[in-house]
């Protein structure tokens, strides 16, 4: 075996070993929330894994901040003239904070009234410098071209901004971090969930709230790093059309963030794939020994659970994760 072959993946496993350490850190910093705490609505504004971190954060702030939060095209500014966003505020979360047209979204959010915060983890960004403030990763260097330890520090920064909104929110974080300090990331049935992954033609990646964005995430690293079809579903959407494609063989992976208002949701939906004969797999925070975080706290843990099993998957077939043949660090779009 070459010493390149050999080497495959380090990149990312280094990276990924850091994320929980990066979410401590990044989740505990003390916020100013600018503008962001009087906006009357939000708009987060990413692509790819940023965006999974985004949707996470849209369900932790709509349930905390009674205010709507969705995703906004980045198009929308880069293509077109532009919407009115006077009083409401721009979550741009970018890890290079260098992608054109995120660049051309955050100036062109503030051009139109609105507030704009953005969360990267490069100092001095240009998306930086088009924000009225901005929530730092702190994560250091990353090499790997599928990102690991910013999506979960993003989820971590934008926790901390959130706590900067409401204290009694960051008394909450702050407990999730004591509760997660230390802690092993290693799945205990990692193996199990590898083997599945090596045996699967298609993969649903299934969750709820903030285990949405979780999904998301898991789907894309799943294409991303093992060049596998997956799919990330709402628990609430699932069992309409896309149940239909249960009658092929189908991996389902259930992300389980532990929070009590979901769990009628996913046993409906591990009840019905399971009846139909799928590959199902379910796996929550309870299963490293950690409970009662913050929804955002119990998505980012369920990254870090996977993305060794992930790494581990995209070794066992051959490919190097750190430099997936057709991608590149920094994603230029229009």
């Avoid at 532009?82 to 047209?101: E, F, P, T, W």
């Avoid at 920064?157 to 009694?168: C, E, F, M």
């Avoid at 979780?214 to 309409?240: N, P, Q, R, T």
Wanted: hydrophobic fraction near 45%.
């Amino acid at each position: 075996m070459s010493l390149e072959t050999k080497t495959h993946g380090h990149l990312m496993a280094a990276e990924s070993a850091e994320a929980m350490d990066v979410f401590c850190r990044a989740a505990t910093q003390d916020v100013d929330a600018g503008g962001l705490a009087d906006a009357r609505a939000i708009y987060t504004i990413a692509r790819g894994s940023s965006d999974a971190a985004a949707n996470i954060l849209s369900y932790e702030f709509m349930r905390e901040l009674s205010v709507p939060v969705t995703s906004l095209p980045p198009s929308v500014f880069s293509l077109g003239a532009g919407v009115d966003m006077d009083g409401s505020g721009a979550l741009v979360i970018s890890q290079s904070g260098a992608s054109d047209d995120l660049v051309r979204a955050a100036t062109g959010a503030g051009k139109h009234g609105a507030s704009v915060v953005a969360i990267t983890n490069q100092p001095d960004s240009p998306v930086e410098a088009a924000a009225q403030t901005t929530v730092p990763i702190g994560a250091g260097p990353e090499l790997a071209v599928p990102a690991t330890k910013t999506v979960i520090g993003s989820v971590a920064a934008g926790s901390a901004l959130l706590g900067g909104i409401l204290p009694d929110y960051k008394r909450r974080t702050d407990a999730s971090v004591a509760a997660l300090k230390g802690i092993s990331t290693h799945h205990p049935r990692a193996k199990a969930l590898q083997s599945a992954l090596l045996r699967a033609r298609n993969v649903y990646v299934i969750g709820r709230d903030t285990g949405h964005g979780a999904a998301l995430e898991v789907a894309l690293k799943l294409k991303e790093c093992c060049a596998l079809h997956a799919e990330d579903y709402s628990a609430s959407e699932v069992l309409h059309g896309p149940l239909q494609l249960a009658t092929n063989p189908l991996m389902v992976l259930i992300l389980d963030t532990g929070s009590e208002h979901i769990q009628d949701s996913l046993d409906q939906a591990e009840a019905r794939f399971r009846g139909v004969g799928c590959d199902v797999h379910r796996i929550s925070p309870a299963d490293i020994g950690v409970s009662e975080l913050t929804p955002a706290a119990a998505a980012a843990v369920l990254l870090a659970v996977m993305y060794p099993v992930i790494l581990n998957t995209a070794l066992a077939l051959g490919l190097d994760p750190d430099a997936p043949e057709t991608l590149s660090k920094v994603t230029q779009t229009t």
